[in-house]
């Protein structure tokens, strides 16, 4: 499969090329150049595939013949070894819960399908890979958890310090092995600045072979589209019409819930869950599309003013609004509605919902008002002990720690202080 930049000003590249390079050399993401839908048959006898077939036949076509079929089936089954239920809350509402991998996060797919290709494609080579990545929370702990012990790759995750969650800090800092933890004196946009300028600095890039983990690589971006066929497949038989909504940031996992549907796969709709950085919400209703500085929320791992893949969103609907809107709708909440929707879960169903799955669960809510005849999917994205501080207040409860979470906090942190991009770059070059 080749890939283009969605700047056109960069040459077509091989799913290797993308997944190593990450952004093309014109800073535009990477786009499949084919979307070839799947056979009828896949959807119509999906109840009787396995779960490792249905990924295999959705991304097949996004990484053959880069990667032998047999070396992909085995990454395939790495990648998925743990549950995705679908937890029915009535007739109109389920959660899709994505939060049973190793960092409890849907963030670990991605980062376990991307590791392992890289991995693949490392085979033999004796130059490393230095993979980057500046993390808010989840990103940095799925991606240390994806590649930790992978041969040939080291990566460095830059946290800004005192600013993420205990877990999330412990599941970044006490890996080791090829896993190295920088804690940055400053905030996210610090960390991000000084991945970016990593990326630019020739002196850097000719010794040291650099690439980035986030959802703008494709290997981390499509494999999210496998749980949306498992959803389908157990629902099908069920209910009607399907909808999801996904609580969303970057907009990387709903995008990938849209290769599925290009793929084939009958998703009726899709609902962009966001908090109060609400660009998309803003952009559906107006046509304008005007990024505001980010604003802290309790759904942070959503706090992103300007999502990346949006682009993505747009090129798959021709650029235009009219397919974009037949297809996509958005609404945001406040923190304060957010605890109320915790709250509301807990109440109505027994269930305890982190403040992410919460959005998705009222943006849910508003959708069935205009379509009542249709069957609504929130994603629920992380498991709540990761929020631990919000969801206790907000629920007045303690919440027994999972078996994953219980190991990490029990180790020690270790990570190491820099300031500045000065200090970052003599740490890669003097590894
Ligand atoms: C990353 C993340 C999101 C946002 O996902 P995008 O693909 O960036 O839209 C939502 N919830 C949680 C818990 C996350 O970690």
């Given at each position: 499969m080749n890939y283009y930049s969605l700047n056109k000003k960069a040459p077509h590249a091989s799913f290797k090329e993308a997944v190593v390079k990450g952004l093309a050399p014109d800073k535009g993401l990477y786009f499949p150049k084919t979307i070839t839908r799947l056979e009828d048959s896949v959807f119509e006898n999906i109840e009787h595939?396995?779960?490792?077939?249905?990924?295999?036949k959705a991304i097949e076509q996004f990484v053959s013949p880069e990667i032998p079929l047999e070396n992909l089936k085995a990454i395939i089954k790495e990648t998925i070894a743990f549950d995705f239920p679908v937890v029915e809350f009535n007739d109109q509402i389920s959660t899709l819960e994505l939060f049973h991998?190793?960092?409890?996060?849907?963030?670990?797919v991605g980062a376990r399908f991307m590791a392992r290709c890289l991995s693949h494609f490392n085979q033999g080579k004796t130059e490393e890979i230095t993979v980057l990545v500046a993390t808010s929370g989840d990103t940095g702990g799925a991606v240390a958890h994806g590649f930790l012990g992978v041969k040939g790759v080291k990566v460095v995750i830059l946290y800004p310090k005192g600013r993420v969650s205990v877990v999330q800090e412990k599941q970044l800092t006490t890996l080791g092995q090829n896993i190295t933890a920088l804690e940055v004196n400053g905030v996210f946009d610090d960390c991000q600045d000084m991945v970016k300028r990593a990326f630019l600095d020739e002196e850097l890039t000719s010794k040291i072979q650099l690439t980035s983990a986030n959802s703008i690589?494709?290997?981390?971006?499509l494999p999210q589209m496998f749980y949306f066929f498992f959803a389908y497949q157990e629902l099908k038989k069920k209910h009607g019409k399907i909808v999801f909504s996904v609580p969303s940031?970057?907009?990387?996992?709903?995008?990938?819930?849209?290769?599925?549907?290009k793929?084939?796969?009958?998703?009726?709709?899709?609902?962009?869950a966001n908090n109060e950085n609400n660009v998309i919400t803003k952009f559906l209703k107006t046509k304008q599309y005007s990024p505001e500085t980010t604003v802290a929320t309790i759904s942070n791992a959503m706090d992103v003013s300007n999502p990346s893949n949006f682009a993505r969103i747009q090129e798959l609907h021709d650029q235009d609004f009219k397919s974009l809107q037949k297809d996509l709708s958005s609404f945001s909440y406040t923190d304060q509605q957010t605890e109320d929707a915790i709250t509301e879960i807990k109440t109505k169903y027994n269930y305890i919902a982190d403040p992410h799955g919460a959005i998705g669960y009222l943006a849910c809510k508003d959708y069935?008002?205009?379509?009542?005849?249709?069957?609504?999917?929130?994603?629920?994205t992380a498991h709540p002990t990761k929020f631990l501080p919000t969801v206790e207040r907000v629920l007045n409860v303690k919440l027994a720690l999972p078996e994953q979470i219980k190991q990490v906090m029990n180790k020690k942190k270790i990570s190491m202080e820099i300031k500045d991009y000065k200090e970052f770059k003599e740490y890669l070059l003097n590894r």
């Open positions: 595939l396995t779960r490792e077939e249905i990924a295999l991998g190793p960092t409890m996060a849907f963030k670990d690589n494709v290997a981390r971006w940031g970057n907009f990387g996992n709903i995008c990938a819930g849209m290769i599925a549907k793929l084939g796969l009958p998703i009726h709709h899709f609902i962009a069935l008002k205009d379509d009542e005849k249709v069957h609504c999917v929130f994603l629920e």
